[in-house]
């Protein structure tokens, strides 16, 4: 058998050039005083303070991560009754369904985000069914370009993630106890609030960390979906970095992707990564 | 099952594909607004997209950074699944919550790190070659769970029977466990590269003027929508599910 090192050696290789020492260099660079690509090896709170004194920016920050927040729950409520669903499918369909579940979260990722606008924009598929019922006389504009419906494309792209994370732990959970806590005299809703949702913990907290981080960083869904109206923290970055304000962009990333490791660490083992990914 | 839990699976399916399913309906029809309404069929977007040069170069593009990110992301993925699965060792639910955490750190930010670090400090001139280095980061957890799936099928009986028979354990692995493992391995190349010819997060920052697929896709959805792009879409995604597909299916024991 191969030595252990050995085998963690090239993905051991990849990550550290390639991911943390890019984080670790961005992270000393965003204390630095920068001015355009020259670095003064200064230390400085200046990109941070731009960042706090900027109202506008912190409201982004705030609006962004309740949006998170709400597209989690969102997925999560939903993705409750779909995983009862999956797990009484029968066995000999149920991997399918699976796979059909999974299949469009790893493809055309942009292109989902883009069909949405035949479906909310001014000629898309809802405005042209109400005015073809006869219920709206012109169509509407609130259905695309706001936080809602940034909320909406999002709960589409990561719901696979919850629901998938959902039907784990359902199919593991031990059914006996429903049963004991219904013989007991428990109501529904008592079993469901006392039994159930204590057990499906760990899928709660691991849809936490595969939707509510992901939607965090997005960038294409409030761009195209959400325009002047629905802007995220992500996009606030991508305008610093693209008018090469390197310092204040770095001092941006930092916190999101210090804010995003934490909440990993955090939830890791309470979300049972393992039992997910199968180690 | 009760009836209103087929209700909400069949609507929760629905809302998984409908807008799929609208995409492929509008590439084929003849209004050039790209959505409603249906004014007829044709196959002219199709046709336009293959004179398309700025498209069939950024394809182009697409194709040589997926091929050099899935050598490197499917052997470092390989090597690392064998690792995880096969040993036991302190720590280890710690070092898989590390090796699978570029899947969950958005790529864009990961793509913004790797920008300010050569802009400013090391003075690399952005390429194509820079964007395949946050390819390989983001492909390579894909590769660990499609070997480790494979993997926890593995009957490791096999092995030992092997060299009771007198195998030295380099024969072992490369007669017995490689052979054997090989469909995890081919599916693991083929996820690699259909998540990469999908990657926009990380290419966005790192790719500087050289263009992917997705970056042509996005400079034409800043736009709005345009036919052509349906009809891209419609080539795309039927692309991709036919190789998740097969990759699916060699991932079945």
């Known amino acids: 058998m191969v030595p252990l090192f050995l085998a963690f050696l090239p993905i051991t290789l990849v990550d550290f050039f390639f991911f943390v020492l890019p984080m670790l260099i961005m992270s000393i660079v965003s204390v630095m005083v920068i001015r355009e690509f020259h670095i003064t090896p200064r230390l400085t709170a200046e990109n941070y303070l731009f960042f706090l004194k900027n109202p506008l920016y912190v409201k982004v920050l705030a609006k962004s991560l309740l949006m998170a927040l709400a597209t989690t729950v969102i997925s999560i409520v939903l993705s409750f009754p779909f995983a009862a669903f999956l797990t ?3 066995p000999a369909i149920q991997r399918t369904m699976l796979v059909l579940v999974i299949l469009p979260f790893w493809t055309s990722y942009l292109l989902r985000v883009y069909a949405w606008m035949t479906i909310l924009g001014e000629r898309g598929l809802i405005n042209r069914g109400l005015m073809d019922l006869g219920i709206i006389e012109s169509p509407i504009r609130v259905l695309l370009y706001n936080d809602f419906s940034v909320v909406l494309v999002a709960v589409y792209l990561y719901i696979p993630y919850s629901a998938l994370a959902l039907y784990t732990n359902l199919e593991r959970l031990d059914r006996s106890l429903i049963r004991a806590a219904m013989d007991l005299g428990a109501r529904p809703i008592q079993v469901f609030v006392h039994v159930v949702l204590p057990l499906m913990l760990p899928g709660i907290f691991a849809s936490f960390i595969f939707v509510f981080i992901p939607m965090l960083g997005e960038y294409v869904t409030p761009t195209i979906i959400g325009g002047a109206h629905g802007l995220m923290i992500v996009n606030i970055i991508v305008s610093q970095i693209q008018a090469l304000r390197f310092g204040i962009g770095s001092a941006m990333v930092f916190v999101l992707v210090a804010l995003i490791m934490l909440m990993v660490m955090a939830l890791r083992k309470a979300a049972r990564l393992e039992k997910i990914y199968g180690f | 099952m009760p009836v209103a839990l087929g209700i909400h699976g069949a609507a929760i399916y629905l809302f998984l594909y409908l807008p799929i399913a609208l995409l492929i309906f509008f590439s084929f029809n003849k209004n050039p607004s790209g959505t409603f309404p249906v004014t007829g069929l044709t196959l002219d977007w199709y046709r336009q997209l293959g004179d398309d040069h700025f498209m069939l170069t950024s394809f182009q593009t697409s ?28 720590f280890k639910a710690l070092v898989s919550s590390f090796v699978l955490m570029p899947m969950v750190v958005p790529g864009i930010l990961l793509g913004a790190a ?33 070997v480790a799936t494979r993997l926890y099928g593995y009957d490791r009986v096999l092995d030992s029977a092997a060299a009771d028979l007198g195998a030295n354990p380099l024969r072992v692995f490369w007669h017995i466990t490689l052979p054997l493992i090989m469909p995890g391995i081919i599916a693991a190349a083929l996820i690699v590269f259909t998540v990469s010819l999908d990657t926009f997060g990380v290419t966005f920052f790192t790719i500087g003027n050289a263009s992917t697929l997705p970056m042509y896709i996005w400079a034409q959805v800043e736009m709005g929508i345009r036919p052509t792009v349906n009809a891209l879409g419609t080539f795309f995604i039927i692309g991709s599910i036919a190789i998740l597909l097969l990759a699916n299916l060699l991932l079945r024991r």
């Open chain 1, 88 to 90: 009484r499918l029968p």
């Open chain 2, 63 to 90: 194709l040589i950074v997926a091929l050099t990110a899935v050598p490197i992301a499917t052997f470092a993925g390989t090597l690392c699944a064998f690792g995880l699965v096969r040993a036991e060792f302190r």
């Open chain 2, 114 to 146: 790797i920008l300010v670090v050569l802009r400013t400090v090391l003075g690399v001139p952005l390429s194509i070659w820079t964007a395949v280095m946050g390819h390989v980061v983001v492909t390579t957890p894909y590769a660990v769970l499609a």
